[in-house]
């Protein structure tokens, strides 16, 4: 049972969208996209809810037409591989971006267009930062032409909302590294941390982990590590994957020790009340929450994985519930990323987990002109990272603990 810090209450059955005005929730996704867009059809029962995009045939609420032919739009034997690396500017909409043969390419918005941004890249473990700017790859940094070393750490996050830093977990403490300088902040608050997620306003974390006196549960402290306030606990289940939503309010996964597994969702409400609905409810293994940057209920996440894990056999990538349309429904499957015309990036696997395996992107069919349905992007890539500029962050909580004055 989880209970939300401060009143005790259970954590209750709530909308996946924000009590936030019904216009002002659309405007934001009117944003998203180039005009106008579609809204979602919601249903409910009990503690689980599924969202899933409109379609002309669907069955239970979930969508089951997809596109009958499925070609790569471009070919692994396009990636130049005679031309030298160059970390370039972000194509407006973002981009798919591969790795192949220790290389990482970019694609371009429209796939068509691969050039190959960074060299020397050893396995998958690489991410781009909030702006697409600077990418992180195993233990260094490159910055257009500039390259920064960073120490070996347990987990690294992004700083927002440009990323000019890094925050590292290494044996639960937490540290805040500049790029530039290479200037280390310890802003260390609990007694172990095991997972951490930085607003996207920059003023802001998420941990979990166990405070000095041996409080497990769900943190919320400025970017400085001060004031920690205690969000949501639970002494009969693990929690994991913090993340923000894009309307700024925490999301977590907790696995109950009665076998089900939730994604919460803690609201923190104008009057400092914290409200916390069970968005999913599941038997099944849910892990990797991947929300869209863009949009205010796209959130995708794998089903049968294993956290730390970047494939797991027979594991599948969902949107809000709902499965994904054929044939990556009966594929292992892992969310990778979201791009800002609401497409998610997925990587699939014919035969288990072998590498190379495929792209796809997922199109949720929300905005005007975009259809519901899975497109084969390449084929035989050994990895794939979504590379997009974040859009202005959601504001900041009110908070009174130690704010960096400059968040970056």
Not at 168 to 187: E, H, L
Not at 283 to 303: E, F, G, K, Q, S
Not at 348 to 372: I, Q, R
């Amino acid at each position: 049972m989880v209970s939300v810090a401060g009143d005790k209450a259970d954590l209750t059955y709530y909308p996946p969208v924000r009590r936030v005005a019904f216009l002002a929730v659309w405007s934001i996704i009117l944003a998203a996209c180039a005009s106008g867009a579609e809204p979602t059809t919601t249903t409910g029962t009990g503690q689980s809810t599924t969202t899933v995009a409109p379609s002309p045939t669907t069955t239970n609420a979930v969508t089951t037409t997809s596109p009958a032919v499925h070609e790569p739009v471009t070919e692994v034997t396009a990636l130049p591989v005679d031309t030298g690396c160059v970390l370039d500017d972000v194509p407006t909409g973002g981009e798919a971006t591969v790795l192949s043969g220790g290389r990482l390419y970019g694609l371009g918005a429209d796939w068509l267009t691969p050039r190959c941004l960074v060299d020397g890249v050893v396995g998958s473990d690489f991410d781009w930062g909030p702006m697409g700017d600077r990418i992180r790859v195993g233990t260094r940094v490159i910055d257009g032409a500039d390259e920064h070393a960073l120490a070996d750490a347990e987990q690294y996050e992004w700083t927002g909302p440009t990323g000019s830093r890094v925050v590292t977990i290494t044996s639960g403490n937490v540290a805040k590294i500049d790029i530039a300088d290479g200037s280390v902040v310890d802003i260390t608050f609990l007694d172990a941390t095991e997972g951490l997620a930085y607003h996207p306003a920059g003023t802001h974390v998420l941990a979990l982990g166990t405070d000095f006196t041996g409080q497990y549960g769900l943190w919320l402290a400025s970017n400085e590590g001060a004031d920690p306030i205690l969000l949501a606990f639970d002494e009969g289940a693990t929690m994991s994957d913090p993340v923000w939503s894009w309307l700024g309010e925490p999301l977590f996964v907790a696995h109950h020790f009665d076998g089900t597994w939730h994604i919460h969702r803690v609201e923190l409400t104008e009057e400092g009340a914290l409200e916390g609905p069970i968005v999913v409810e599941s038997t099944r293994a849910i892990d990797m929450l991947t929300r869209a940057r863009h949009d205010p209920v796209m959130l995708a996440y794998r089903l049968d994985g294993s956290t730390g894990s970047r494939c797991v056999d027979g594991s599948r990538a969902t949107v809000n519930g709902a499965d994904l349309p054929e044939p990556l429904a009966s594929l292992t499957t892992t969310p990778i990323g979201w791009l800002s015309t609401e497409r998610l990036l997925i990587m699939a696997f014919p035969d288990g987990c072998d590498l190379p395996g495929d792209l796809w992107s997922f199109s949720a069919g929300l905005c005007p002109g975009s259809v519901y349905g899975a497109e084969l992007v390449i084929q035989g890539v050994d990895w794939a990272a979504a590379r997009e500029p974040a859009p202005q962050p959601p504001p900041s909580p009110d908070f009174t603990g130690i704010i960096d004055p400059a968040p970056a």
